[in-house]
């Protein structure tokens, strides 16, 4: 049985990446992202499911993310909206952490379209 105090809560900020920054109401102004090294499991004793992914996205681009049934493009979305978080490596958008930024902020500017 799962016990509701064993479940990692969500979190506002990551502690270890310093502290939260104040992002202007306008952000993000060009809409650039740049996966860097990004590292996710679910859950602590699970494999890694995104490892190391490597990509840039430049202000304007508009980009569709295809693949097989567990690729990861599901899981790419939880993150950068950080529904899940990243246990290493950094998202970026318009050269911002967003593991730095306030997690209703992130979820307030970023739309994703499945």
Do not use: H
């Not at 990692?8 to 993000?28: C, F, L, Y």
């Not at 996205?57 to 493009?73: F, H, N």
């Amino acid at each position: 049985m799962l016990k509701l105090d064993s479940i990692v809560q969500e979190q506002e900020t990551i502690a270890d990446k310093g502290e939260e920054i104040q992002v202007p109401e306008s952000w993000p102004q060009k809409g650039g992202m740049e996966f860097v090294g990004v590292k996710m499991r679910y859950r602590p004793e699970t494999d890694i499911v995104l490892d190391g992914l490597n990509f840039v996205v430049k202000p304007g681009e508009k980009i569709g993310v295809v693949g097989r049934t567990g690729a990861g493009k599901s899981t790419m979305s939880l993150v950068t909206s950080r529904i899940c978080e990243i246990e290493a490596g950094s998202i970026n958008i318009d050269g911002v952490d967003s593991q730095r930024i306030n997690l209703s902020k992130i979820r307030e500017k970023i739309t994703v379209i499945p």
